[in-house]
């Protein structure tokens, strides 16, 4: 046990497992009994607090919104890079490139394209979908193009909004990939403003109210169901349709699977869903 940690009983780990989950839907394992401990003692710490009982004691009775964002924000997980599983970017461009042929121009407006990267982290999925597409599509920038980017985690999102990496970001991208970033200083990269003006950051808990309606293009929701229990993964999957457009597609996370939560999709490539039409999802159900 590290220096400044605090025992975690049963009881005690029960009632945290109990609020995460009412709280952010997040799911947690016995397994995670060592990093709920690590995570939430420095909490404890610095509010003077005997244990982790009190902790709970604390936020139930006296807590305010910045403390049960410091909880959540304690016990979320931010895994990414830039242009993870590729293979869902390479997908994006060619439904993109489809959406440009065949969407009408708006009489007195600009074309719309709407993208969703729910669970966005740090930000390296937004940015990636932002630079693939204005890379390959540069007319983008003449169109009503926006990406919504989401996370229940302040600290990420804070972080995201910067737009600046250190260079070891960049480690294992082809040259190709790397010429799209800019360079800040000696070790830092930067998004390049055309991508950055593109992206809206805002902080949004999946299992909460929704201040969003769509219709999405895309949306991706990877690595993010991991975290919930099979009711909820249902849940949030079939809201997640309802503001897809019809057609549209959904990326999950490699090890994520929608078939056994949710009947409102057709598996149309690895870890690529479509959004089925309200009469096949109701044949389905």
């Known amino acids: 046990m590290e220096y400044g ?14 609020r995460v989950y009412r709280i952010a839907g997040i799911s947690l394992s016995d397994a995670k009994r060592t990093l709920v401990i690590s995570r939430l003692s420095k909490l404890v710490r610095a509010l003077g607090l005997t244990g982790f009982s009190a902790y709970v ?23 990414t890079r830039f242009f993870r599983e590729d293979h869902h970017f390479d997908h994006l461009v060619a439904h993109v490139g489809e959406l440009m042929e065949n969407r009408p121009r708006v009489r007195g407006g600009r074309p719309r394209l709407r993208i969703w990267s729910a669970g966005c982290s740090t930000g390296q999925e937004p940015y990636t979908i932002a630079l693939c597409l204005l890379d390959a599509f540069p007319e983008l920038k003449r169109w009503d193009f926006r990406i919504l980017a989401t996370d229940i985690d302040s600290n990420v999102v804070a972080k995201a909004a910067t737009g600046v990496y250190p260079v070891s ?38 299992i909460g109210p929704w201040p969003v309606k769509g219709p999405f293009d895309a949306i991706f929701c990877r690595n993010v169901a991991i975290y919930f229990d099979k009711p909820t993964q249902g849940v949030l999957f079939n809201r997640l349709g309802q503001v897809l457009a019809p057609g549209g597609f959904l990326y999950i996370g490699h090890s994520e699977n929608l078939q056994a939560v949710s009947s409102g999709f057709r598996l149309v490539g690895k870890t690529v869903y479509q959004r089925k039409a309200v009469s096949d999802a109701r044949d389905a159900a």
């Open 57 to 79: 004691d604390y936020l139930e009775a006296r807590g305010n919104a910045d403390d049960d964002q410091n909880f959540v924000n304690a016990l979320t997980t931010n895994l």
């Open 169 to 206: 970001e960049l480690n294992g991208l082809s040259r190709e990939r790397v010429a799209l970033f800019e360079k800040a200083g000696p070790d830092t990269i930067r998004i390049p403003a055309a991508a950055r003006q593109t992206i809206a950051f805002k902080l949004l808990n999946l």
């Open 5 to 18: 940690e605090f025992p975690l009983s049963d009881k005690e780990f029960s009632r945290i497992r109990e």
